[in-house]
């Protein structure tokens, strides 16, 4: 059985999900039910479900509340993964530690490979970077997935926002000047679970990958695309204005580059990534079909109560 820390999140819903699909033992422990900072929590979760594998899918991921909650960044993102590395190595448990983009600077031209040097550029890197040398450190039996611009049904992301606020206004101003590629959760989740099978077999499998989908684009494309497949199911179409990063000041710095070169990923684990269209689509359809369904439900109950107003 795969057990999993931060189970609520984007990432730890569509485990549960993939899981499910392809009938693997997957349990899926919440913030609440396991704080991956709480040493006894993570050693009795441990003992109690007795897992072949770990995936840590927790983390502090309030990029710019994190500057100014530090101590809660580094309990989620520092002092969480150590303490499940070493809960793991002490039972002799391998694990999944999920980490990020942002653990680079963002100023390189071109793909990061696993090889380049990290240099974070906000509390959230610098924790999440932390956590990585922590696991690393600890127990030996870990893969290190770092990944990029995550969204999915679940939970908040760019793409659900970018939904919102198309319902309601007719012009959007997004940063055009960063670069990534939009990773569906649940690709990323597939992508784990096939880690894990993989990692379980082979243990010489240890070490640190990337995983992002194929292709990239900016935070304006990644809105366009979305705006372009909603407008067919909901007929809003904002207009889309590009700005500079400078234009929108944020309490985090965020690097311009994202890209991960994730070939090792492919290599060693035998699975490509879909172009980010593809998840994008899909995901937006989802969403935006069922906020309009909740639109138009409302309606007809609005309408229904109005019938019985003189
Ligand atoms: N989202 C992105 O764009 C992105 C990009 C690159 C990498 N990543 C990485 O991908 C992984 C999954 O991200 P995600 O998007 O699924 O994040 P998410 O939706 O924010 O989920 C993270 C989960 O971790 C939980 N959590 C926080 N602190 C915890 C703690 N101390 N103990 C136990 N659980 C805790 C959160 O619970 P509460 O909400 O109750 O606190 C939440 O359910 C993370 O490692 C993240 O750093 C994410």
New binding site residues.
Partial sequence: MILV????????QELRRAAGTRAVALHAL???E?????SAAVVVALARFKPSLVV??????KVDLAESHVEEAR???EI?PAVVAQACAGAGIPMI??????VFDGAKEGAYPESDPVCPISVYGRT?AAGEDAVRRINKSHVIL???????E????FLKTILGLAATRDELRIVADQHGSP?S?SELAEAVLNATSAFLHDRTLAGTYHFTAAGDTTWHGFASRVVEVAARITGRNPQLIPIATADYPTAAKRPANSLLDCRLFIEKFGFRPRHWTVGVDATTRIVAASAQNAAESQKAANQKNASHVA
């Avoid at 530690?97 to 942002?102: P, Q």
């Fill in positions: 820390f931060g189970g609520n999140g984007q990432l730890g919440s913030h609440a396991a704080d991956i900072a709480d840590n899918a927790a983390a502090y991921t309990r989620g993102n969480g530690h999920i980490s990020t983009d942002y999440k770092r990944t990029a611009w995550i969204y999915s679940f939970g908040h992301n990773t959760a």
